[in-house]
């Protein structure tokens, strides 16, 4: 990670390319996870997920990618299918995206320090 990054924090720009005519399976999921925010929120915690974004973006050539943007706390329990919402998000992924994500490196953060502190210590113990 870059020095920006605190120390325990894991900063992730992921890319994977949207099936080929899954589009609008991807346009449901997207708003599957809108319409059920709050439940999403609920699971975040023992994820250590200080906060997650997904885009979609056509390239030149036509095809489809999902990127996805997160800041994590390095001892977080990633997706826990266990809960409803998680076992549906991950069910999407398997039929929209292929398989694995494209890793770009980080380089740089920048956050204001009073809510750089409140990042770190929810990345590092889900809490406030």
Same mark, same amino acid.
């Given at each position: 990670?870059?020095?920006?990054?605190?120390?325990?924090?894991?900063?992730?720009?992921?890319?994977?390319?949207?099936? @080929?005519? !899954?589009?609008?399976?991807?346009?449901?999921?997207?708003?599957?996870?809108?319409?059920?925010?709050?439940? +999403?929120?609920?699971?975040? +915690?023992?994820?250590?997920?200080?906060?997650?974004?997904?885009?979609?973006?056509?390239? @030149?050539?036509?095809?489809?990618?999902?990127?996805?943007? +997160?800041?994590?706390?390095?001892?977080?329990?990633?997706?826990?299918?266990?809960?409803?919402?998680?076992?549906?998000?991950? @069910?999407?992924?398997?039929?929209? !995206?292929?398989?694995?994500?494209?890793?770009?490196?980080? !380089?740089?953060?920048?956050?204001?320090?009073?809510?750089? @502190?409140?990042?770190?210590?929810?990345?590092?113990?889900?809490?406030?």
């Amino acid at each position: 990670m870059p020095s920006t990054v605190p120390s325990g924090l894991r900063l992730e720009l992921s890319r994977s390319r949207i099936i @080929a005519g !899954k589009d609008g399976e991807f346009g449901e999921w997207m708003e599957m996870l809108n319409d059920r925010y709050d439940e +999403s929120l609920a699971a975040i +915690s023992a994820e250590r997920s200080v906060f997650e974004a997904t885009f979609r973006h056509e390239e @030149a050539d036509g095809s489809l990618w999902i990127y996805h943007l +997160s800041l994590t706390g390095d001892n977080g329990g990633g997706l826990d299918e266990s809960h409803q919402i998680g076992a549906d998000h991950a @069910a999407f992924s398997r039929r929209v !995206k292929e398989p694995g994500w494209e890793e770009l490196e980080p !380089k740089f953060m920048l956050t204001p320090g009073h809510i750089l @502190a409140a990042m770190t210590t929810w990345g590092h113990t889900g809490t406030r």
